[in-house]
Every structure is written in C-alpha cells, then in structure tokens.
C-alpha cells in the first residue's frame, strides 16, 4: 500500500551544469500530470511522463525540472583586428589631412565598443537533459520511499479498524439472536392476549411468529460483511494500486453494517452498529489517500 501524496527532490551537478528536479503528489481519482520543464525540452516530455508513469499509478503528479551554470558563466572575447585596424587608418589619414600632430593611441580603438564583442557560452542541452533524467530518477526514488512510509502507516491503521469490526460481530451474532428470540416471546404473548378466549391454532401462530422475526435476521449480511473482511485483507496485502478496490469493498461493507443497523430492534445492537459505522466511515475518508 502507497499512500496517494509525497515529495522528492534531486540536485546534481556535474561539469558546470546544476540541475535540479522536484516531484510532488497529491489526491487524485485519476492519472493526472503535469510538467514544468525548460523551454525547448518539448521533444523529452514523453521520456518523462515513462519515467514517472513507471513509479506513480494515480493521482496529481507536478514535476518541476531547472537547471543553471553550475559557476560563474564561461564567457569568449572577441576582437574585429579588422575593423580596429580601419578605425587607426582612417584616424591617421584624417589627422594627417587636418594637420594634427601624434597619431591615435589605444583609448581611441577601447572607445569603440563594436570592436569588441563578449559572449556567454551556451549550455550544452545535451548534456542538462541526460542530468535532469538522472536528477528525476532520483527525485523518484525519494517520493517512492515517503509514499511507502506513509502507506505503511495507513495500512496499520486499516488493519487495527478492520480488526475492530471482525472481534465485533460475535456480539452483533448474539445480541441479534437474543433480539430474535424476544420477537418472537413478545409476539406469542401479545397474540395470546388477543385471542385468549377464541380457538387458537399453535402452529399457524408459531409460523406467524417466525414469518415476523425473519424480517429482522441478519444471518446472510453478517456471511457478506466477514467475507467482504477477507476480502480486504487480502487487498492490503497485495502489492501495487489497491485504492480503487479497497474503496469498493468500504461501500459494501457499509452497505451490509447499515443494513443490520435497519433492522435492528435492539438498543445495545444499534450502539454497536454506530461504532462499526464509524470505522468504516473513517477508512473511507483515508481510502482517498491510498494509490
């Protein structure tokens, strides 16, 4: 059992790039994903949905992938000699016309920025997106640990609460017979007082009895609600998604207890089909939070 929410978050760098990876889940009926990835990274999305889609099987998955110079940006500077060379010419002849004496020093050429040109060396894509894999594969590896964690800790409490419900229908069994029982005493006596001066035929009023307290037998939902239960520790064992199922077998086993507490006649028997209901009603709320 996985629990449906988690985090991981991977950080590697390696020659000059720094790229990091976040993953993130949350409650969600579905599959749903989405990405946050450089631009330009169109083309990789699919490698990333497989990666996820191979850890994560339901709910809201948001992955967030960056990456940066690892240091101060490599930079390249460029002279145009040629340029440069035709500024010192032109300046020469120009004061040779006019007269002037000295030729032009160098604060001249360093006064003309288009002489000189500074660039940043690009990223190699190649090489951040081979980075961001591995940092999402081991993003994944972190959110996979938390959710099993958290799905360690959910199954404990379902099997505490299913435990609770199955050490509870011995008592369900024998206060529904005792309920029985009195049905029927309750229903010999009061005929009796009604008919107690005309003939009376035991055996068609024994039927009448009977016909009245098996409207009140549970005996086939107490066969359901114990083999839903096993049904439901065999799910908790099992490896993989079991979010749906589970919650199907919740809504039956609800169905079936709410069906005892309906026909119940008996106090005690209604109390303790409140608390059954109360269980249930509470693994069904963290059923929403199991993958």
Known sequence: MRSMTGFGRAEITRNGIQVTAEVRTLNQRFLELKLNV??????????????????????????????????????????????????VEELRRLGKKLGLNGGPGIEAVLQRPEIFQVSEEEIDSGSAVALALSALKKALRMLDLER??????????????????EQAIPEVQRLAEQSHKAILENFQRRVGELLKDLPLDERRLYEEAASAAQHVDITEELTRLRA???????????????????????????????????????????RVTVDLKGEIEKMREQVQNVE
């Open 148 to 165: 099993a964690r958290e799905g360690k800790a959910l199954k404990a409490d379902f099997s505490d609460r299913l435990s609770r419900i």
């Open 38 to 87: 450089p631009r330009g990274w169109g083309e990789h999305e699919a490698e990333i949905r497989r990666l996820v889609q191979q850890v994560v099987s339901r709910g809201r998955v948001e992955v967030f992938i960056r990456y940066v110079p690892a240091g101060p940006p490599s930079t390249t500077l460029r002279v145009n000699e040629d340029l440069a060379r035709k500024y």
């Open 228 to 270: 839903h239960l096993q049904g439901m520790s065999a799910l908790l064992s099992r490896k993989g998604p079991i979010g749906k199922p589970v919650e199907f077998l919740l809504q039956e086993l609800n169905r079936e207890v709410n069906t005892v507490g309906s026909k119940s006649q008996n106090p005690a028997l209604s």
